[in-house]
C-alpha cells in the first residue's frame, strides 16, 4: 500500500492498465461542433429512434459500450466490470440500459465527474488484480436533463450567460491489464468542495474551486509542475468556470498555459449559442473518448491529466436554497 499511495489524495498504479478501446456517441448538435470528426457515431435523430429522451438516453448509452467493446476486441460477455452512471433519478438511464448485458456492475454517480471516477476505479480495481478488464461508461441527454434538472422543454425558459448546456453525448473506456496503452498511471480522489454557490445556473463557478484542489493535491502529491504535462482537460468547467480556474492558480503564482475544457471544446461557442460552454456527464466522455485519446494514439499528445469535475446538485436541494457542492476526480493517462 506504501508503494502506490501519494500524498493525501492520490495513488500511482504500479501495473498501469491500457486503455484497450474507448468510443464516443453523440447527437446532431454535438456532430455539428468542431469535434465532428472525433466522434465514433453521430444520430441526427435525438430521440434516436425511440419514444422517449430517457430511453433516446439509454440507447446512446448501449451503442457507446459495444462500440468499445468491438475495438478492444473484447467480447461483452467477456466484460468483467463495468462501473457506469448517468444524471436522471438514481441513476436511471443506467440500470435500465445495461440490465440485459448480464456484467457485474457498479452503479456510481459523480455528476459531470462521473467518468474520471468511474475510470478511476476501474484502474485501480485492475492495478489491483481484481479483474483483467472493466469498461467505464456515462452519458447524458439535453432533453432527459432539462427535464430533470430544469423546466419543460415546452416552457421555453430565457438561460442566463452562465448556463451551460448539457451534451446529448456518451463515451465508453475499455482497460485492460496489459495492451498497447496509453495508460492510467496515476489517480487523484477529490474532496467535496463547496464554496456556497447556489446558482444552478453558474455550475462553473461552483466546480472551479473543485478542480483547483484536486490538480493542486495531484501536483503536490506526484510532485511536478503543469509543464511536465502536455494537456490539463478539466469537464465540464466551460468558459466562465475555464476563467474562474486560470485565477485561483494565478492567486498560486501558478500559470496553467496548457488548460483546456471539455466543456469549452465540444461546442463553437459563437454559432451554435451555448452560451458558457457544454456540461453533463457526456460532454467530458465523449470529448475524451474521441478527441483526446485519438491524439494521444496518434502520438500528439503524450501525458494528459483528465480531471472531470461534478456539480452534486438535485432539484430538491436547488429548491430548499441548498448551496451546491462539487468534486473533482483526477487521472493521469500517458503513452509509452
Not at 478539466?234 to 468558459?239: M, S
Not at 457544454?278 to 491524439?295: E, F, I, K
Request: some cysteine.
Amino acid at each position: 500500500m506504501e508503494l502506490k499511495r501519494l500524498g493525501s489524495q492520490t495513488v500511482r498504479l504500479i501495473c498501469p492498465p491500457a486503455i484497450e478501446g474507448y468510443a464516443s456517441v453523440v447527437g446532431k448538435k454535438e456532430g455539428e461542433g468542431p469535434l465532428r470528426a472525433s466522434f465514433d457515431y453521430i444520430n441526427e435523430d435525438t430521440t434516436f429512434g425511440e419514444s422517449s429522451w430517457e430511453k433516446a438516453e439509454m440507447h446512446m448509452q448501449k451503442d457507446a459500450l459495444i462500440r468499445a467493446s468491438a475495438k478492444a476486441k473484447i467480447p461483452l460477455d467477456d466484460i468483467q466490470y463495468i462501473l457506469a452512471g448517468d444524471l436522471v433519478n438514481q441513476c436511471i438511464i443506467t440500470s435500465f440500459g445495461l440490465r440485459d448485458f448480464g456484467r457485474p456492475f457498479f452503479g456510481i454517480y459523480g455528476a459531470c465527474s462521473t467518468m474520471a471516477q468511474g475510470l478511476s476505479l476501474a484502474a485501480m480495481l485492475i492495478d489491483g488484480g481484481f479483474a483483467e478488464n472493466a469498461a467505464a461508461l456515462t452519458s447524458s441527454h439535453f432533453c432527459s436533463a432539462e427535464r430533470q434538472f430544469r423546466l419543460p422543454l415546452e416552457y421555453g425558459g430565457q438561460r442566463p450567460p452562465t448556463a451551460q448546456w448539457t451534451a446529448t453525448a456518451s463515451g465508453c473506456v475499455i482497460l485492460r491489464a496489459e495492451g498497447e496503452g496509453p495508460y492510467v498511471t496515476h489517480v487523484t480522489t477529490g474532496r467535496i468542495v463547496d464554496m456556497g454557490v447556489k446558482d444552478a445556473n453558474n455550475m462553473g463557478a461552483a466546480m472551479a474551486p473543485a478542480a483547483h484542489d484536486t490538480i493542486k493535491a495531484f501536483l503536490s502529491d506526484t510532485g511536478t509542475k503543469p509543464s511536465d504535462y502536455d494537456m490539463i482537460v478539466t469537464g465540464d468547467l466551460g468558459f466562465v468556470g475555464r476563467d474562474l480556474l486560470h485565477e485561483l492558480f494565478a492567486r498560486d503564482g501558478v500559470k496553467l498555459s496548457n488548460l483546456e475544457d471539455c466543456g469549452a471544446l465540444i461546442y463553437d461557442r459563437e454559432s451554435q449559442d451555448v452560451h458558457a460552454g457544454a456540461s453533463g456527464c457526456g460532454c467530458s466522455a465523449a470529448v475524451l473518448c474521441g478527441h483526446l485519446l485519438n491524439n494521444m494514439r496518434a502520438g500528439r499528445i503524450k501525458k494528459l491529466v483528465f480531471a472531470g469535475t461534478g456539480a452534486l446538485l438535485s432539484p430538491v436541494s436547488t429548491q430548499q436554497s441548498e448551496s451546491i457542492p462539487s468534486i473533482c476526480h483526477a487521472v493521469c493517462i500517458e503513452c509509452r
